[in-house]
C-alpha cells in the first residue's frame, strides 16, 4: 500500500471535491416498519413498495434526504433479476422524493444462522431479535467465496453508474461478536480479516462512480478494533458510528482521519445519550453526513433497547424509546424532535 491508499481507493482530493457537490447528508438507517431483517424487506412475498412510499415519505417531510439500506447475498443468489428489480423499485420511490441511498453489502451484527423464506415472528419486544448477518456461516466456507464475489461484483456492477446510489458500504460492523447472544464462529475474527480486504477488492473491480466504506464502530477506531485499520485504509469516505454523549461523540472526531468526508452510518440511542438535539448541531458544524438507525417502529423492534435481549420489557414500552422517530400511523414519537430536523436542515413540512 503506497501513500496510505490501496489500490483503486480515491485519492482524499478526490473524496473531497466528490462530497463537496452534496448537500449536508441527514437521514436513517431504513427497513420498513413491516420487515424485521433486510430479506423480508426485499423477498417478493414481503417487498413493500406502498409501505416504502408512506415512509419515506414520512422521512422527506422531517427534511432527510438519505437512506443507509441492508442487502443480502441470498437475496442475489436466489434470483439476482427480481433482486434488483425491487432494488430499482426502492431506488425509484427514494429518489422521487429526493432521497439517495448508501447500500449495504454484508453485516456482521446479529444472527448468524441465515435461511430465506418466511422468517420467524419476532420475538416480542425484543430489539431487533430477528435481524440477520451477511454472509453469516458461510464466512466459514471458502468454497462458497465465488457465489459471495459474484454478488458484490453483481450488484454493484449493476447499479455502477446510478445516480441514486450514493455510497457503497461493504460491510457493516465487521468486528461485531454480539456480545454472546449467538454461537458465533470461532475464528470470526481472523476470518473477517481475511475477507474483508478482498470484499473491497470485488467491488472496485466492479467499477463503481460511487465511493466505498465500512464504517468502524468501537474502540480508538485504530487501536482497538482488529478491522478498523482495514477499513480506513480501503475506504474512500470514512464512516463510523457512535452512540455516546456529545462529549464522547466530539472525542471520538478528533480520534478519526479528518483528511476526508466522515459519514456518521449509525448514531441515535437515546438512554445511553446520543439524541437529535446533542449530535445533530455538532455534525452540521463539521459537515458530518449523519443516518439515526431507525426511522418507523415496526417489526425490528428498535424502539426497545439492546438490553431487552436480557431485560424484560413486556409490562410496558422503554421510555423514552431507544430509536425511531415514527409511530407506524406516522406520527412522530416526539414532535420536538422532528420539529428539530426540519429546522436544522432547512427542509421538510410541518406536521
Known amino acids: 500500500m503506497a501513500n496510505g491508499l490501496a489500490p483503486g481507493r480515491w485519492t482524499a482530493a478526490r473524496a473531497n471535491a466528490w462530497y463537496d457537490q452534496l448537500p449536508w447528508l441527514v437521514g436513517a438507517n431504513f427497513v420498513p ?12 412475498e414481503t417487498f413493500s413498495p406502498a409501505v416504502i412510499k408512506r415512509e419515506l415519505e414520512w422521512a422527506a417531510g422531517i427534511g432527510m434526504n438519505t437512506m ?59 430489539h431487533n431479535s430477528q435481524w440477520v448477518q451477511g454472509p453469516g456461516r458461510a464466512l466459514a466456507d471458502p468454497s462458497q467465496y465465488g457465489r459471495l464475489q459474484d454478488y458484490v461484483e453483481g450488484v454493484v456492477g449493476t447499479f455502477a453508474n446510478d445516480e441514486r446510489v450514493l455510497v457503497w458500504d461493504v460491510w457493516n460492523e465487521p468486528s461485531n461478536l454480539n456480545g454472546g447472544r449467538f ?24 467499477g463503481p462512480s460511487q465511493p466505498l466504506t465500512s464504517g468502524v464502530w468501537t474502540g480508538r477506531t485504530l487501536y482497538d478494533d482488529p478491522h478498523a485499520r482495514i477499513q480506513i485504509e480501503n475506504s474512500d469516505v470514512v464512516s463510523f458510528h457512535d452512540y455516546q454523549v456529545p462529549e464522547r461523540f466530539e472525542t471520538k472526531l478528533r480520534e478519526l482521519p479528518r483528511d476526508r468526508p466522515l459519514f456518521l452510518t449509525e448514531f441515535m440511542a437515546r438512554t445511553p445519550g446520543s439524541t437529535f438535539e446533542g449530535i445533530l448541531p455538532i455534525a452540521k458544524r463539521e459537515r458530518i453526513a449523519s443516518y439515526c438507525w431507525g426511522l418507523v417502529a415496526g417489526r425490528s423492534q428498535t424502539l426497545y433497547p439492546w438490553d431487552s435481549w436480557t431485560r424484560s420489557y413486556l409490562d410496558a414500552p422503554p421510555d423514552p424509546w431507544f430509536h425511531d422517530v415514527f409511530h407506524t400511523d406516522g406520527k412522530p414519537y416526539r414532535v420536538e424532535e422532528t420539529a428539530l430536523l426540519r429546522q436544522i436542515t432547512g427542509r421538510g413540512q410541518p406536521d
Request: with cysteine; hydrophobic share 45%; proline share 6%.
Open 33 to 44: 416498519s413491516t420487515a424485521s431483517n433486510p430479506l423480508e424487506m426485499w423477498q417478493a
Open 68 to 126: 443507509r439500506v441492508f442487502l443480502h447475498d441470498l437475496l442475489w443468489q436466489c434470483d439476482q433479476d427480481a433482486f434488483t428489480d425491487r432494488i430499482r423499485h426502492y431506488l425509484d420511490i427514494a429518489d422521487s422524493m429526493g432521497i439517495s441511498t448508501m447500500l449495504v453489502l454484508f453485516d456482521s451484527v446479529w444472527n448468524p444462522d441465515v435461511r430465506l423464506g418466511a422468517q420467524p415472528e419476532p420475538v416480542p419486544a425484543v
Open 183 to 206: 454461537d458465533e464462529l470461532d475464528n470470526k475474527v481472523e476470518l473477517v480479516s481475511q475477507l474483508l480486504p478482498q470484499v473491497f477488492d470485488w467491488a472496485r473491480n466492479a
